[in-house]
């Protein structure tokens, strides 16, 4: 079976770090561009930061800047995102996917979602709550 799979989310005081894994299972993440977004309830889905199959170019909304970092280990198939200095408003549930097309990361994290375009494959999510 194709899919994605989040893991690492959870409860975590304001101020406190996680690390959410998006493991593949069925195929390999190398040609894959691969983003993580993020839902928070009554807002759209949002993209937080997406890399490149070389792992070479990173994109990240301005809100995570200097507190999240986005990285790729193909050798397990897996993307993660390291989530420093959480705030209440980074609650959400992260979703990832995985896009092998002709495009930029910064389009994949912005034009992507904000037109509704598809993914090749999406994650079922992770939730984080930052909360004290």
């Known amino acids: 079976q194709l899919q994605l799979v989040e893991s690492g989310g959870g409860l975590v005081q304001p101020g406190g770090s996680l690390r959410l894994s998006c493991a593949a299972s069925g195929f390999t993440l190398d040609y894959y561009r691969i983003g993580w977004f993020r839902q928070a309830p009554g807002k759209e889905r949002e993209g937080v930061s997406c890399i490149s199959s070389s792992d070479r170019i990173t994109y990240y909304v301005d809100s995570v800047k200097g507190r999240f970092t986005i990285s790729r280990d193909n050798a397990k198939n897996t993307v993660y995102l390291q989530m420093n200095s959480l705030k209440p408003e980074d609650t959400a549930v992260y979703y990832c996917?995985?896009?092998?097309?002709?495009?930029?990361?910064?389009?994949?994290?912005?034009?992507?979602?904000?037109?509704?375009?598809?993914?090749?494959?999406w994650g079922k999510g992770t939730l984080v709550t930052v909360s004290s």
């Open positions: 996917a995985a896009l092998n097309r002709f495009t930029t990361v910064q389009r994949m994290c912005t034009i992507y979602p904000r037109l509704g375009y598809d993914m090749d494959y």
